[in-house]
């Protein structure tokens, strides 16, 4: 079943599988903004929870007991249960004995989509709904569609920021380092990405990022409080980006066995809530 939304500028779908967007329609320019999953990777836009990735070993301890979750967590894979509002589609799920299998917390998620002129608005709220503390993480995969028109090159497009950016960029080989970069945008290449695999930045000064294809806007993602960003795609030519706010990310390397302690992992205590979100905008 499908859950919609719709006002003069776009028209929204989602589905029960993963709480996801399955179409963003710019009805003035009659396009679709989101990837179809359809070009090599077969994903779309899943949230990552309660990891980013995975751990180094695939498996995790906690309390003595050894416990292991799918790529990107609980709730790309799980069906949720949607709620039609007249102004929002609302997406929960809630912990059971399968998760517990895989992940020892009681949560309770929640996914809340609106539209706001020409922008999606997308909102997150998790609760721990156990009793002990809950290590998590977060993070956010939406893939849109690139170039966008028939005829463009998906080379012309860039990854603009909203700052000019004196940061950090992960770079994922064993042992993982960092370097120090300073841009303005990140021109879409494939190369760079068959280099780093994914591209990550840390400490970004930036609240949002634009998708122009050869300096003309045609996307923001406003991303606010988040402290890593990816970009990702397939090495083959496809006709997608991802731009993925994080949390946290997976493991790289050896060596952060402690799933409290692994970078970007955030602690909730019971009856604590967790909330953050970000927004899709079509310029």
Not at 164 to 187: F, G, L, N, R, Y
Not at 219 to 245: G, H, N, Q, R
Request: net charge negative.
């Amino acid at each position: 079943m499908a859950f919609v939304l719709e006002n003069d500028f776009l028209k929204l779908e989602c589905v029960e599988a993963g709480g996801e967007m399955q179409h963003v329609i710019d009805k003035e320019k009659n396009i679709e903004i989101m990837y179809q999953g359809d070009q090599g990777w077969s994903g779309k836009n899943p949230t990552l929870f309660p990891v980013v990735g995975n751990t180094w070993t695939g498996d995790y301890q906690i309390n003595g007991k050894t416990y292991a979750m799918k790529n990107h967590g609980l709730i790309r894979y799980a069906t949720c249960v949607g709620t039609q509002n007249e102004d929002s589609l609302v997406f929960t799920y809630d912990s059971s004995e399968a998760t517990l299998k895989q992940y020892p917390f009681d949560f309770h998620y929640e996914i809340k989509y609106t539209l706001e002129g020409k922008k999606v608005n997308i909102d997150y709220t998790i609760v721990n709904t156990g009793k002990e503390t809950m290590p998590f993480t977060f993070g956010l995969h939406p893939a849109f569609k690139c170039p966008q028109y028939e005829g463009e090159n998906w080379e012309d497009y860039a990854i603009v920021f909203e700052k000019h950016e004196v940061a950090k960029q992960m770079i994922i080989t064993t042992p993982t380092s960092t370097i120090d970069v300073e841009m303005d945008e990140w021109k879409l290449s494939r190369a760079d990405l068959r280099d780093k695999l994914t591209v990550v930045y840390r400490d970004l000064e930036s609240d949002y990022v634009t998708l122009c294809h050869k300096g003309e806007p045609r996307l923001k993602v406003t991303m606010e409080d988040f402290p890593y960003l990816a970009i990702w795609s397939i090495e083959k030519e496809s006709d997608f980006i991802c731009i993925e706010p994080w949390f946290g990310h997976a493991d790289y390397e050896a060596g952060h066995d402690d799933f409290y302690k692994r970078e970007g992992t955030m602690l909730l205590e019971p009856a604590e809530t967790f909330t953050t979100g970000y927004t899709i905008e079509v310029l």
